[in-house]
């Protein structure tokens, strides 16, 4: 499946082979001609073609391929029409039908619904797997301390499980939304040229059922002579969100890996760089926040594709054609690389422990602003109090000793105390009931 | 409402006072309040607070508002810091409490929710108003004959009522979109600092569930420091696509009132040009067509805003700042200026039937394909003769008397016949029937 | 060159194979290759290899080709670290020194220097030809009169020639944007793995300035392990700008091929339609529009690799290798449409001279009110009465009778008078003397 | 200058006033009305208007407001014909004469040049500082070493100096391109209705010169009803770009004070976090990161605006009253807060040292690499042969230990050489000479 003349990165480097040929234009033009034979065994039933011609471009039309369409294009300058002059002539007493009443985009329309379906459906089944990885991960890790850190800095301690089970929650939104998107995406178009069925007469509704029946897809209620194009700016646009989701996760392993953090690593044999032999780049993350910004950006383009002029304009088609497959294959690309993270990568809980001895106990402050106002201090005060105190640390300082020296403070609170209660592992709250919720979360959006 | 001396177009001259007011500092910090006023509430339910704090917050804290925060927060770098002092301070020995165990953003997230759940029944309430007149003016021009235009030229006939009801689909899409968005992004986030609740040890859930009760907000069922952001970027995509089909509308209002068109206006006394005093520009869709650039531009800020690094960092904070309330503040406009248009449009239906004649008939050439097949000419030739003629044409001739002339056509099909069927009003298909199903569905998004 | 198996449609279906060539990898890992010899042969000149290593590469790599690079990466996960392995292996002695001290960024940044030169290169030299026949056409339809449109609605008379000039000067500039864009984007980065030339010891601008000699680029004059990436935003803003003139110059197209303007035509041989034999859609001006969408769209990228994180991260890697070929690809095909638009447009002179009637001479409402205040009237009180009249027309009115018909206008300005001025080839302003400097504007820019 | 009632936040919260007044609606009332006044002045000139009418404006429309042309575009639903009425009313026998030849966009488009002139001026400014403070930190700390980072993983030692010079470099190429983007944006347009001055006859070319000689900005050479808007994509693009490089370094800023580096702080009394006392963000680093991804998306509204139809359409007009201000302002907080940064900016140069150790030595295999190829190893073999003894390393190898105990490199390299030549300040390459090219590069920049 790679194409290694090919121009295209995602041609040979980026993308699956699967979600690569779905979109090759030999698939489509294939998935042509399957709109097309559905179309004619329509008008057969409905008594405008002869019902012998009934799947009969099934047969007349399987050698049809890429290459003929795309020769004749270069006479015609219109692939449909190429593709029904071909079908029309090799089709015999059938080819007098072929395409008829219908315009180019009740065939392009539908085939990208169909790709756009199967695209949807490879997506959803390594997202899916993305979220069960996750899950798994959040109860594996559920106890593993660490470091929560805001603004880069640590903030309060959490556990690699309660951070995991973040994703797995985020993401099981992504899964959600890209099930309410295809509602609105995948959706056959059959309704002529400018979407009256005209051609057909009185006959247009049922044609427009018998063909998305047989294609197992619903029509659009009404249409010009394209489908609505806000559903794919709606698809485009789910999976922008699910590539920055996947870029916020990716970002989380570079930023682990950080020489000076060390938690988390991508597991590899590759060459980090090509100049320093000790290197152990995050190359696989790197990939993938590389490409999210590639996804970002072809949103604007599928936006720009909503006002298209009266019944339409073309102006879709060109950006469609490299938006859609490029937007596809780059999440594609996205989700293996997140699987193999996620399969591969290792957690070091001993620097995690060691990191969060840092701040020589500071990182729980704000425990011991809890504790102050139990005993009855006025909160605002214990926390500029506190803020006092950590600023005042040096690097030597350790925060129950300076607390504990504080004239102020050492009369309200003893120094056992702090002892027994500034302890990382017994300020980790409601974790494990949250990765409860969470994970029980992202298993039921799994289920449907 | 109008604040003239401000610098943003948006205090004084785009979008509704009522939209305005609820992106006004002093609204947001009087929603703070409202939230901490909850979370001390819920403290004092689960004996963390003297229950006589209940409620206490609205008494003590009703005079603060957005200029006291503002002064402090000049002083402490920290606008809800700010408010958590100032409360602290002159809430007695209520004010001990306040803010106790929670976050910022637990303030500011659910903050965001409500004023954005508050901010999207706005917008839902225009968009219904935008669809009923659609699907009213669907109906009122459902006979009322125009060409139809693909690629800015007359393709097949079409109704006035068959354009607007597209356009009643299309947004009735949008409602559904939003209503899908709302889902996921009306939450309350009430976790503390790294989402583990850890402040308030084992009463966390709790505390959650009754600070979410109170405010009738559900709460996220984990997070990290802050909401997850797909939920915004999800939020300011469906306005943007929302704000392109807006643009869509707009545009065919400004092409169809051409000079050269003119089958519809804006009607308006304004001036319209202050150089040439015959003018009547389409100037409330332009300006729709002029903010959907905005709106679009700004999804990529929202989707930027999703790879927070760890348990958050605060580069969501400014960016949010500007892009909620503008891209609704946009919308908002928008659909003004929508309801305008729809509700003063002047229909030209005499130069729509004038416009329909431009082609000389060549507008139904789909229709003499379907004759010449019926009469048993393959598809693909008949189209190919089709096409010939309607070139041959010039600018005297008449399609009719064009394919009458035709040696080889006239032996296929009479004259009398060609006058008979080539007329656009029976070339209209199931128009009716399609603006059926797409106003019943359009209605049936309205009522849920 | 074209790819028909290729999954991208700028393989095969958009875009010259010049530049399609430039941007394979064959021909990336061929100028890898260059740039490593170039590189040998500085270690050679300043004594770190043997002398004999001069231009070595050129040998044993000369069968070194993409295909064997991908094989080796598989292996590697790195793709330079591959090509320096496999030269090392075939050069003998002199391969013991191949990359010494290099980092990969030394030789990726180096080879988009050269390919980016080469595919600007490509985009001026076509630019130039639009902007010839623009300069061209400016004469050609110098005094061809046509209707001006300002929101769609006739303004003033303009002529064809000064419509053109316009686009000659707009182009022109994106012409001096390249040039400046080109000043800092075509640099070579020679100096190791975070810009300090380390490994060279004190001989690395020596090398940097041997190499970059050789190659015929200019060095940064810093840099971290990679060049800076505002260049690369510059150059991919500099072509959406230009993709977005060209997509305005298409609109211009589209909006004058409208069935009711008619003013100027694609002139072709293709089918239209599929359905609508009598189409004559301007397919060609739509694919500019459409591409220009996705240009558009690739700037965010572009800019979301400014901010790399210290000496860098990868994450402009993988985008670039997305973004950079096919921004250039879709300018190529822009460029090539709008040259084929440029050499067959037809001008239809008769019709834009029958659409200036159809305001019946209220296209030269200004006019009047010029005439007005020569005869002493306050402009602000001519232009309202002026446009009181103007909207008092009837569709059987013409302007001139109206205004002669007014009571109070009737007595300043009579009707021969208005006869004699009212006429569009009269309101032509300074246009040729306008269409001179633009195009000498234009010619000066295509000089240098 | 602050407006806490307004309803956006760069009324109040982020930019500074001299900017913030510069958008005013005031001040842009006031700038179109300095324009109408040289319009008036150049019609005095060349004999349309009375010599008396000279500099009237200036005296006759002294108290023209915001105000009053606000309260009359209630009513004539056009701002600035609005103000052409109130002028007209208001400035006697030369009020009739106002805005006579003039089209709206002739005033406001020059009125955007010469705020556009004065918003890149001070944007200029500011930008030079920062300039200026980045050269002397190269300098300050020009000897200063650190960590050079790539991938977030340490690569091989710089100096912080080093990392400064690079930024004076990137910035010093956005102050050359805003100078480029200000060639072809600060442009007067006064060309009439269409452009082409056809109210003014012969004259058209003598009135634009003498109003734009007054104003003191060079004309378009030619325009339609509006200046190209490709002028304003640049800059906006020259903005969006500018702010990802203060991005780049404020994400510098931002890693580097992470608990786990602590190289660089924000230094601040600020509150850090209303949760945790002990916190200190660098939230001012994260404003700058925050605010650039809203300048990074208006670039999209202001490449949409490019395409105007014919001789223009109105839909730059309301996006650009919003981008433009907005982009400006934000860019202005985020140099003052880059000013902040670079003044108040604290390196901890003992911390760099400590975490250049972190590698135990391997952040110098490089080196290594580079003494065995000197000593007759093929690169690519101790390329690989380095990179599996750093691997082999356990946390307590020290890297020269393990390639002094490596069976095979000991017999090639002594353990003495290693520990003269394994040293971090030993491999800094030529940076002092970088150092010294890019600030006299910037330095340079600076002058003209």
Redesign the interface.
Known sequence: MV?????????????SGEM?SL????KIVKTYIEVENALLNALAEVGIAPSICRDHIKICGKDVG??EV?EREKI???D??SL??IL??KCGEC??????????YDIVDTTWAMIIRDAISIIKLKLKKVISDLIELSWKYADSIA????????????TFG??F??YA??LA??L??LK?AEK?VIKSKV????????????K??EIEKLVSKQLGVEP??????VA?R??F??LI??L??LA??L??F???V??L?????GEMYEV????????????????TA??I??????V??????S?????????????????E???L??AF??VDQMLEDTLILLESIYIDEKAARE?LE??RG??L???L??LL?ER??????A??R??Q???SMDENDN?IDVVARDEELSKVIEKDVLEKELKPDK?????R???D??T??AEDVLKF
Chains 1, 2, 3, 4 share one sequence.
């Open positions: 194409n290694l003349d090919a121009f295209c990165v995602f041609d040979w480097r980026y993308g690569r979109f090759s234009y030999e890429a290459k795309y015609l300058g219109h449909i029409a029904a002059y029309g002539e080819g007098n039908f072929v395409h008829l009443g219908a315009t180019s470091p929560g850190r805001t603004h880069g800095q640590h903030a309060l301690p959490i309660f951070k089970a973040n929650y985020e939104r992504s959600e939304r309410d609105r309704s002529g040229a400018v979407g009256t069925m005209a051609a057909w007469e009185e247009g509704l659009h209620v009404i249409s010009t002579q609505p806000d559903g700016a709606e646009s789910s922008a969100i920055s989701q870029d916020r990716a970002l989380e570079r930023e890996s950080r020489t000076e953090v590899s044999e590759r060459v980090g760089s090509s100049a320093m032999p000790h290197k152990r780049n995050p190359v790197e990939r926040s590389g490409l999210a910004k590639v970002r950006s072809l949103v604007l383009a936006l720009e594709n909503v006002p298209l002029m009266h019944e339409r304009d073309l102006t879709n088609s060109s950006s054609r490299v938006i497959p490029h294959m780059a990191n840092l701040t500071a990182i402050s704000e425990k602003v809890v106002v009855g201090y006025p909160r605002h005060e926390h500029k506190v803020m105190l950590v600023r925060f300020y980790l709250g409601s974790y009931r949250l990765i919720r969470a029980k979360y």
